[in-house]
């Protein structure tokens, strides 16, 4: 069964990571316009690139949790007829085993060349201004992608939407587009669609099902249910 599985921060939270909107609309005690727009980051470049270090630093210290465990145990039984999608940042899918991830919003891990536009590994704290390993020139910036820019690898996703029988969102307010549309497209094209969230999100109404509870719990769940329907 082809399935397309869309995380957001939720699936991580229990890991310790927080997500975007449960305090009060601050990321980590910032405005979303300060850490998360192009703009912010011409306003205040200093500011931007200590909070993805320190989003960076926190993350690597965090460990998967089961629910990252589950999609993981899920992608060795189905192979290539899951693509997860995911809107994190972080790398808990893959340290948990994932391997086919796209990360449509980018990486905590990589640095974007402001000037010759390569993707590298992240050489050292952003803050300190190292240069690029591929031109030398001291324009890295994170490669996250903020509001207002074009998330990675959309055609891909499209694509996968259009073709898959189940699309699985997990831990995802749903008020970030073009993700949240990702259940119109799927429904478009007749796949069944799956909200697996703590509380209901903007898109609710939209799934066929919905089901509330912590990732660690209804994530399993689910994954355990699929892989007795596949065995
Ligand atoms: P969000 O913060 O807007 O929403 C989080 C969602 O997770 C909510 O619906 C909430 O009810 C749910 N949730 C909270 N705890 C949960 C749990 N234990 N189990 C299941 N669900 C839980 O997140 P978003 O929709 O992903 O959008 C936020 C944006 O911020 C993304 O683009 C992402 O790149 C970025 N972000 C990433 C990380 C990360 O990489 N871990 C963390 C914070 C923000």
Do not use: K
């Not at 460990?63 to 993981?72: K, T």
């Not at 790398?91 to 994932?98: I, K, M, N, Q």
């Not at 749903?174 to 949240?180: K, M, R, T």
């Not at 497209?185 to 999100?201: C, D, F, P, Q, V």
């Amino acid at each position: 069964m082809r399935i397309v599985v869309l995380t957001g921060a939720g699936i991580s939270a229990e890991s310790g990571v927080p997500t975007f909107r449960d305090a009060g609309g601050l990321w980590e005690g910032h405005r979303v316009d300060d850490v998360a727009t192009p703009e912010g980051f011409e306003r205040d470049p200093d500011l931007v690139q200590r909070f993805y270090d320190a989003r960076r630093h926190a993350a690597a210290a965090a460990l998967p949790n089961p629910a990252h465990e589950a999609l993981a145990r899920l992608e060795q039984r189905l192979g290539d007829e899951l693509l997860l999608v995911t809107q994190n940042v972080d790398d808990l899918h893959e340290r948990a085993g994932s391997t086919r991830v796209v990360h449509m919003h980018g990486e905590l891990a990589a640095a974007l060349c402001a000037s010759c536009g390569a993707r590298s590994a992240v050489p050292a704290d952003l803050a300190e201004w190292p240069p690029c390993p591929v031109c030398g020139e001291r324009m890295l910036r994170p490669d996250v992608v903020w509001f207002g820019e074009m998330p990675y690898e959309l055609d891909r996703i499209e694509a996968a939407l259009a073709a898959c029988e189940l699309f699985v969102a997990i831990g995802t307010s749903g008020a970030v587009y073009p993700a949240a549309g990702f259940v119109w497209t799927a429904t478009e094209h007749g796949a069944r669609t799956l909200e697996l969230n703590l509380e209901t999100s903007e898109v609710s109404s939209l799934f066929d099902e919905v089901r509330l509870g912590a990732a660690s719990v209804v994530v399993s769940a689910w994954v355990d249910e699929m892989l007795a329907a596949t065995a």
